[in-house]
C-alpha cells in the first residue's frame, strides 16, 4: 500500500508540477490522440478550449457511437478533454462524469466549464469532475451497474493496481455496457527496475501492460473476449529513453469490452448471422466493431456467439439484425471473419 502511495504521489507531482503542456513530454507516446478520430469527434473537438487541448496527454480516442442519452465515465480525465468531447456526444439529457487523482489538471477542466457548456448550449451542466482514485470508485459514490460506457486514454497504464481498477470498472458498468480505453501494451513485463523509474512510469511505459496478462486479468473479470478497434506502434523518441527501456516494444491499442454474461473463451460458432442497417450516423456504409470485424450495410455476416452477443445485448442492438440463437453448436467459430 505504501508503494502504491509513493508512485501516485509521484505521478501527481509528473503530471500536476512537471508537465505544463503536452510540449514537456519527453516522449512522443502520451500525445497521438487525435489519430484517427471520426468527423463528428473532429467537429466536437475544435469546439474545446485551447487550454485544454493543450494539457491534455492521450494515445487514441476512445469515444463510441452511440452515446445519446448515455452515462460515461472517464476514468483519469485529466484537463477535461475526452470529458468535453463525451458531453457533446450525450446531449442534454446524457450525463459524463470525469475523474482524476491531480488536482491541477481537474482545476483546469472545472475552470472551462461554464464556457464550455456555453458553448455546447446547455442551460445547466451535464457534466461532473471528481477528484479521486481510479482504484476505488465506490468511495466518489459511483454505484453498482450505474454507467453505461467507461472511457479512458492513455491513463490506466499508470494505476499500480490494474486489477482493483478492471475489477471496479466491471462493478460500476450496467449489464450490457462498454469499456472503451486507449492505452499503451508492451510485448513482455517490463523489468521491476524500470517500473519505479518516476519518469518512465509518468510517459506512460513503465507502467505499460503485458498483453497476455491484460488477457489474464480480464478472464478473471469474468470478460472472456476483448476486440481490438485500432493499433499503431509507438515509437520512443528520445534517445536516453530508448537507451533505458529500448529492449521492450510497445503497441498502441484502443479496446473494446463489454459486460456480458454469455462470452466464451474463444468464440464458438452457432450458424448466427448479422446484418447491419446502416442507422449509425456516422457509420452509413459500414460499421467496424473492431479490427477483424466490419459489417456492411445490408450485408448479412456470419458471427461468432460472442459478436452476436456483443451486437445484439448492448445499446448497439437496435443498428443491427441478429438471426440465430445458441440451440445448435457447430464447433468453434472459423478464424476467417471479415476484416477491414
Keep these: 500500500m505504501n508503494n502504491t502511495k509513493s508512485d501516485q504521489e509521484a505521478l501527481k507531482r509528473y503530471y500536476g508540477m512537471v508537465l505544463q503542456g503536452s510540449q514537456d513530454l519527453q516522449t512522443s507516446v502520451c500525445c497521438a490522440a487525435n489519430a484517427g478520430v471520426t468527423p463528428d469527434i473532429k467537429t466536437a473537438l475544435a469546439r474545446i478550449d485551447a487550454e485544454v487541448l493543450n494539457r491534455f496527454y492521450g494515445c487514441g480516442s476512445p469515444l463510441p457511437s452511440l452515446l445519446?442519452?448515455?452515462?460515461?465515465?472517464?476514468?483519469?480525465?485529466?484537463?477535461g478533454r475526452d470529458v468535453y468531447l463525451a458531453s457533446q456526444l450525450v446531449g442534454n439529457h446524457g450525463r459524463v462524469i470525469g475523474i482524476d487523482m491531480t488536482e491541477a489538471q481537474l482545476a483546469v477542466a472545472r475552470a472551462h466549464l461554464q464556457s464550455q457548456m456555453a458553448r455546447f448550449g446547455y442551460d445547466r451542466p451535464n457534466v461532473t469532475f471528481l477528484q479521486g482514485y481510479?482504484?476505488?470508485?465506490?468511495?466518489?459514490?459511483?454505484?453498482?451497474?450505474?454507467?453505461?460506457?467507461?472511457?479512458?486514454?492513455?491513463?490506466l497504464n499508470l494505476s499500480p493496481d490494474k486489477r482493483a481498477v478492471f475489477a471496479e470498472i466491471f462493478r460500476v458498468l450496467r449489464p450490457g455496457g462498454e469499456l472503451l480505453f486507449a492505452d499503451v501494451f508492451a510485448d513482455r513485463r517490463v523489468p521491476a527496475p524500470l517500473r519505479a523509474d518516476p519518469v518512465l512510469h509518468g510517459e506512460c511505459l513503465a507502467g505499460a501492460m503485458y498483453r497476455e496478462d491484460f488477457r489474464r486479468l480480464l478472464r478473471d473479470m469474468g470478460c472472456l473476449d476483448?476486440?481490438?478497434?485500432?493499433?499503431?506502434?509507438?515509437?520512443?523518441?528520445?534517445?536516453?529513453?530508448?537507451?533505458?527501456?529500448?529492449?521492450?516494444?510497445?503497441?498502441?491499442?484502443?479496446v473494446r469490452a463489454f459486460k456480458l454474461a454469455d462470452l466464451e473463451d474463444p468464440g464458438e460458432d452457432y450458424g448466427q448471422v448479422a446484418t447491419y442497417h446502416g442507422?449509425?450516423?456516422?457509420?452509413?456504409?459500414?460499421?467496424?466493431?473492431?479490427?477483424?470485424?466490419?459489417?456492411?450495410?445490408?450485408?448479412?455476416?456470419?458471427?461468432c456467439g460472442n459478436t452476436a452477443s456483443m451486437l445484439g445485448n448492448t445499446r448497439y442492438r437496435n443498428h443491427f439484425t441478429v438471426?440465430?440463437?445458441?440451440?445448435?453448436?457447430?464447433?468453434?467459430?472459423?478464424?476467417?471473419?471479415?476484416?477491414?
Design 68 to 79: 445519446a442519452g448515455c452515462t460515461v465515465l472517464d476514468l483519469g480525465c485529466g484537463s
Design 134 to 155: 481510479l482504484e476505488d470508485l465506490r468511495s466518489l459514490g459511483i454505484e453498482d451497474d450505474s454507467v453505461d460506457v467507461v472511457i479512458s486514454n492513455c491513463v
Design 226 to 254: 476483448y476486440r481490438v478497434t485500432a493499433s499503431h506502434p509507438v515509437t520512443i523518441d528520445n534517445p536516453e529513453v530508448e537507451r533505458r527501456i529500448g529492449m521492450v516494444d510497445f503497441l498502441s491499442l484502443t
Design 279 to 303: 442507422s449509425i450516423p456516422e457509420w452509413p456504409h459500414r460499421f467496424d466493431l473492431d479490427n477483424a470485424h466490419r459489417f456492411p450495410t445490408g450485408k448479412p455476416v456470419p458471427v
Design 323 to 340: 438471426r440465430g440463437d445458441r440451440s445448435v453448436h457447430y464447433g468453434l467459430f472459423s478464424s476467417s471473419a471479415p476484416s477491414p
